[in-house]
């Protein structure tokens, strides 16, 4: 049986403009919840711990945010009594932000979760996942780091073991980049949907401790990112993104790639990427790699445009079997992988 399963990248932007968290988190992921449950489909969301903490802190020095922290608490409550999956994203660079009293100043400093020293890193993971099991329960195993910065693996691994984090989704077929901020580099992954692995996520180890179910990728051309700065700049209210802030971008490298020769994107459902989606996975049907087809998308980043794509999506493909990570892996009754 082929499985689609739909995750969502729960953050505010970490640009120059954080933008509003009711704009950017909330009433986004209003929307999609809105849509899933009116096709009773379930989605994985992988919520940015970091966030979480960084919240709880703060509020306590500045009560405008309260209001925030009881908000996101509520909305994270509602996601996963509704029956969706909730899982750990990590952007550790949440360390070195803070609060001046009015806005969110970001440090992207040290942006990977290898940049921090083994201590710090153990007490990252321990913190933000137990800022998720505080809410809803220990049914958090699966993990996806933040701006796809996983590697090198190495510094990592124990830590992940450490706390039973054991399936990671965070890799595409095709990704490449190499910044300031971020360095992964996924050209030579195995040409599947899940595989086990031990010491490197992009090589198979039959009998790993982890699994790896990547995410879905698709060969994209020039003219594509083309049309996606036209449709930013001109394409109207819905091709909005509803959220009010500003991302981070990527290196000037990587733009002028996409901007001149054929690259692979990941399957998403953000802004106009939400065009190919159905080209997508008809391609995927046909080169039976695999049954797992991972659809990637921010609350943050979807637009009108996008949920119509999506709600087309859904309808054409009704027949088939959209589910969760911890629908598919993982035993409630014994809180541990099926597989």
Same mark, same amino acid.
């Given at each position: 049986m082929?499985?689609?399963?739909i +995750?969502?990248?729960?953050?505010? %932007?970490?640009?120059k403009?954080?933008g +509003?968290?009711y704009?950017s988190?909330?009433? !986004?992921t209003?929307k999609?919840?809105e849509?899933?449950d009116k096709?009773?489909i379930?989605a994985?969301?992988f ?6 903490v960084q ?5 306590? #020095?500045? !009560?405008?945010?309260k209001?925030d922290?009881?908000t996101i ?5 509602q ?9 750990l994203?990590?952007h550790p660079?949440?360390e070195?932000s803070?609060f001046?009293? #009015?806005?969110w100043?970001?440090d +992207? ?8 020293s ?5 007490k990252?993971?321990?913190s ?6 505080d809410?809803v329960?220990e049914?958090v %195993?699966?993990?996806r780091?933040? /701006?796809w910065?996983?590697q090198p693996?190495d510094?990592i ?12 989704s965070t890799?595409? #077929? ?13 050209e030579n992954?195995?040409?599947r949907?899940?595989?086990? %692995?031990?010491?490197?996520p992009c090589?198979e180890?039959k009998? /790993?401790?982890?699994i790896?179910? !990547?995410?879905?990728?698709? &060969?994209?051309? !020039?003219?594509f990112f ?6 930013? &700049?001109?394409?109207?209210s819905?091709?909005? #993104?509803?959220g009010?802030?500003?991302?981070a971008g990527?290196?000037?490298w990587?733009?002028l ?5 054929y690259t692979?994107?990941?399957v998403?459902i953000d802004?106009y ?10 391609d ?5 790699r /695999? ?9 943050k980043?979807?637009s %009108?445009y996008?949920l119509?794509r ?5 309808? &054409? ?5 959209f589910t969760?990570?911890k629908?598919?892996?993982?035993d ?8």
């Amino acid at each position: 049986m082929n499985n689609i399963f739909i +995750t969502l990248d729960y953050e505010i %932007f970490f640009g120059k403009s954080n933008g +509003t968290q009711y704009n950017s988190m909330v009433y !986004p992921t209003q929307k999609i919840l809105e849509l899933l449950d009116k096709y009773g489909i379930k989605a994985s969301f992988f919520i940015d711990s970091g966030y979480l903490v960084q919240l709880y802190n703060y509020q306590k #020095k500045y !009560p405008i945010l309260k209001a925030d922290y009881q908000t996101i608490i509520s909305q994270i409550k509602q996601i996963d009594s509704n029956g969706h999956d909730i899982q750990l994203h990590i952007h550790p660079h949440w360390e070195d932000s803070y609060f001046d009293g #009015k806005k969110w100043i970001i440090d +992207t400093t040290r942006y990977k979760l290898s940049d921090f020293s083994n201590q710090e890193i153990d007490k990252i993971v321990y913190s933000y996942k137990k800022a998720l099991t505080d809410i809803v329960g220990e049914k958090v %195993f699966a993990y996806r780091a933040g /701006g796809w910065c996983i590697q090198p693996f190495d510094k990592i691994k124990n830590i992940l073991k450490k706390h039973n984090i054991w399936l990671d989704s965070t890799l595409f #077929k095709g990704g490449k980049n190499n910044s300031s901020t971020h360095y992964f580099n996924f050209e030579n992954i195995p040409d599947r949907t899940m595989w086990s %692995f031990e010491e490197d996520p992009c090589q198979e180890q039959k009998n /790993g401790f982890f699994i790896e179910v !990547p995410i879905s990728s698709h &060969k994209v051309s !020039p003219l594509f990112f083309l049309k996606l700065i036209y449709y930013k &700049k001109f394409g109207g209210s819905e091709h909005k #993104k509803f959220g009010d802030g500003t991302s981070a971008g990527g290196s000037n490298w990587d733009k002028l790639r996409m901007l001149t020769r054929y690259t692979r994107s990941v399957v998403s459902i953000d802004g106009y990427k939400a065009s190919f989606l159905e080209e997508a996975y008809r391609d995927f049907l046909k080169e039976k790699r /695999g049954e797992h087809f991972v659809v990637i998308g921010h609350p943050k980043s979807i637009s %009108f445009y996008s949920l119509k794509r999506l709600e087309k999506f859904i309808r &054409k493909y009704s027949n088939k079997n959209f589910t969760t990570y911890k629908r598919e892996f993982y035993d409630e009754d014994s809180n541990d992988r099926t597989r």
